[in-house]
DNA sequence: TAACATAAAGACAGGTCTGTTCATTTATTT
DNA sequence: AAATAAATGAACAGACCTGTCTTTATGTTA
């Protein structure tokens, strides 16, 4: 009975199904089943509702990771290999639609646009988490390899969305291996 | 006075810096100078209008690479180092915003809708044209070495597009390098 | 000059969008 | 059970959207 949260995972699911712009605010409080009046009493407008789910899907997606990686022990590549297996699983479960802060920057390309510009601290921060495990990791530039890593996930991603069953998340996490061993 | 492609000219700049949804008609025809009923005679529907712009683009792009690509030999290495060099320069000019399919396949996500149909199959051509030139320069698996190829670009271009001036083009054709060198 | 095609300008219809307001009903708490 | 808080449902405003249509103006060709 969490409104909140009710209203973050009906925004969530038509957001990657349908697209942002595309999914208005009586589509969202019809299909989630509550009053208009609730919604904006929790998110004071759909700018804010955007925001809250973007950093949402962030938390979700770090703590699922960290959950996953923290076991494995540091000054090792097989934190990056793990790394590499445990994206490629993200990208392929039924429910993964593309990182949500790359849709809203591409819905919101203005850069004075304030959901840009916080899509942009999410890359950055993605960037910066991938670049500390590369650097726990021993590689030789840790900003370069997460950079690169970053790169290739956030290319996989978008390729698996518009042409799933291609296999480009296998493909990107293979060069990623690639890239990691030539980085010692 | 070539009023189709005015108006295929200032579409292309509203839909890359404001996005398509948010570039309505009334506002394409204000900018370019034109009558609605000129814009509807050329193209039908606004859908066909960003078909045409997608395809218009895509041409143009396949059109610059080639242009100079043309002039290396082939069963050489060297056609995929300059391919990497090229596409470094695309991504870099000032008039880069992304790629257009891209911009198209996320605002339209759904897999029935003609526009993101559209979009994966120009997706799917770029992959061609790469894995076609990694054959051509003689890699062990193009298919494969086109396809990460194809990933780093795209990766890159969307990277480059949030966080300008990070310098993930350069890291993505360094990046690309390393997959080439990998691939004999 | 006369006939024809093309473009301009703008009103219009029917729909959707965000955000506000208000009276009514349902929960929760003391 | 009484008082407080929260959620509902519905209507509303003002703006924007695509696409159609009509009237007037501008060229172009015979």
């Known amino acids: 009975m969490n409104m909140r949260e009710r209203i973050l995972l009906t925004a969530a699911s038509l957001f990657e199904s349908r697209g942002i712009h595309a999914s208005g605010v009586d589509t969202i409080i019809a299909e989630s089943g509550i009053a208009k009046a609730t919604l904006y009493k929790h998110f004071p407008s759909k700018n804010l509702l955007i925001v809250a789910y973007l950093r949402d899907k962030s938390d979700r997606f770090y703590e699922w990771l960290n ?12 934190i990056l290999v793990e790394l590499c297996e445990l994206v490629e699983q993200w990208i392929m479960t039924p429910e993964f639609h593309g990182l949500p802060f790359h849709i809203a920057s591409v819905e919101f390309p203005d850069p004075t646009h304030p959901i840009n ?3 942009a601290v999410l890359a950055v921060e993605l960037q910066g988490y991938l670049s500390k495990i590369a650097a726990e990791a021993g590689a030789k530039d840790p900003e370069a390899l997460g950079q690169q890593l970053t790169i290739l996930f956030e290319g996989a991603a978008l390729v698996e969305r518009l042409s799933p069953g291609i296999g480009a998340a296998k493909r990107a996490k ?8 030539a980085s010692i």
């Open 174 to 181: 293979n060069a990623a291996l690639t890239l990691i061993r």
């Open 67 to 78: 959950s996953r990686l923290s076991s494995k022990k540091a000054n090792s590549l097989d």
């Open 117 to 119: 510009q916080y899509s």
